[in-house]
């Protein structure tokens, strides 16, 4: 399984572009890029999925170079509710075994206003 | 789409009861379910794999004898935590993927969470 870097924490101001960028040098052919958000006793919640190249969502932006080793996630006019924890997993989603990934420190984004 | 649910939220217990929290997938076929576990502060600590109809696979320093899963059908997964200890507190949240039949759903989608405190 492919190890992730991320900052640890981050801080930014309302109405502030945010980007998050995570390094996965050991990447496999297969491993998809996906990136969570995460509140106090809350689950991980869904954000952005990507393979290659970018994907856009409605809630963010994810951009990947071509060797694939690392990937950003790009959050825009972040607000006070965007204060949470941000984890990068990679995984290959076709494993027979299933979409076995392994959670990073994650990144502690700070949001003030 | 791709909601997950547990039960119950929250569950405080006496040393040496055994508690068992329920996982759900309440709109696909989960073929795969996995267990994390997360203490304050921490990232979340994948314990176990399990897969609809066959044993899970035990992350490395899980006791599976002490953390039972079942995976009896492709929406119920269940962890049971046995003779829980006060160093079993911790927060326990589960995830699916899978899909709906001939469709594969390309990521893991949480549960809420369960929040064990052993007395």
């Known amino acids: 399984l492919a190890k992730t870097t991320q900052p640890i924490s981050m801080d930014s101001y309302e109405g502030q572009e945010v980007n998050i960028t995570c390094s996965h040098n050991n990447i496999a052919t297969n491993d998809y890029i996906t990136w969570y958000q995460q509140f106090p006793s809350q689950g991980p919640r869904f954000i952005i999925q990507?393979?290659?190249t970018k994907v856009t969502n409605e809630v963010a932006s994810l951009f990947i170079p071509a060797d694939r080793k690392s990937s950003t996630l790009s959050l825009p006019r972040v607000s006070l509710s965007d204060t949470a924890v941000y984890y990068c997993l990679v995984g290959d989603p076709l494993n027979t075994g299933g979409f076995k990934t392994i959670f990073g420190a994650g990144t502690r984004l700070f949001v003030k206003a | 789409g791709a909601v997950v649910s547990q039960h119950p939220s929250w569950v405080i217990c006496k040393s040496g009861t055994s508690v068992k929290i329920e996982c759900r997938s309440l709109d696909f076929q989960a073929t795969t379910m996995f267990w994390y576990r997360q203490f304050p502060k921490q990232s979340l600590m994948l314990m176990a794999t399990?897969?609809?109809?066959?044993?899970?696979?035990?992350e490395q320093g899980v006791e599976k004898d002490k953390f039972l899963i079942n995976h009896a059908s492709l929406t119920l997964s269940t962890l049971t935590v046995t003779s829980a200890h006060p160093e079993d507190s911790s927060f326990y949240i589960c995830?699916?993927?899978?899909?709906?039949?001939?469709?594969?759903?390309?990521?893991?989608?949480f549960g809420p969470g369960t929040r064990l405190l052993v007395l």
């Open positions: 399990s897969n609809e109809g066959s044993k899970a696979t035990y």
């Open positions: 995830s699916a993927s899978g899909g709906p039949a001939g469709k594969i759903q390309e990521t893991q989608y």
């Open positions: 990507g393979y290659k």
